[in-house]
Nanobody, 129 residues
Framework: LVQLVESGGGSVQAGGSLRLSCVASRYIDSGNCMAWFRQPPGKEREGVASIAIGGGTTYYADSVKGRFTISPDKTKKTLYLQMNSLKPEDTAMYYC??????????????????????WGQGTQVTVSS
């Protein structure tokens, strides 16, 4: 069982950038998918981006394409989410989670959080206009 700890959240103005980190307690297996989810206040959790650790294929929600980049570091123990051109609607608690690679392509689909696990405690991102 892997433990995931998110950090890097904060308060920024619209148009700003943040980089979130998700540190795993052990090496992330190449057969896994890692993903970032977010939960805006009063709304359901949604998938933002995912990456197949083995092949590096990435998937993004339409709302963040071209602005967010998901990537692991070389040690495969840390997952990043680089967020640029932030908008007020990006305000949410951000979480990382993992799942077998087969689920990577559906990470940004409604309800996908049910097949992901090892949730961290989350990190808050607040974007002001």
């Amino acid at each position: 069982l892997v433990q995931l700890v998110e950090s890097g959240g904060g308060s920024v103005q619209a148009g700003g950038s943040l980089r979130l980190s998700c540190v795993a307690s052990r090496y992330i297996d190449s057969g896994n998918c890692m993903a970032w989810f977010r939960q805006p206040p009063g709304k359901e959790r949604e998938g933002v981006a995912s990456i197949a650790i083995g092949g590096g294929t990435t998937y993004y929600a339409d709302s963040v394409k071209g602005r967010f980049t998901i990537s692991p570091d070389k040690t495969k123990k840390t997952l990043y989410l680089q967020m640029n051109s932030l908008k007020p609607e990006d305000t949410a608690m951000y979480y990382c989670a993992d799942a077998p690679q087969i689920f990577c392509s559906i990470a940004t689909s409604q309800g996908a959080e049910r097949v992901f696990g090892n949730w961290g405690q989350g990190t808050q991102v607040t974007v002001s206009s």
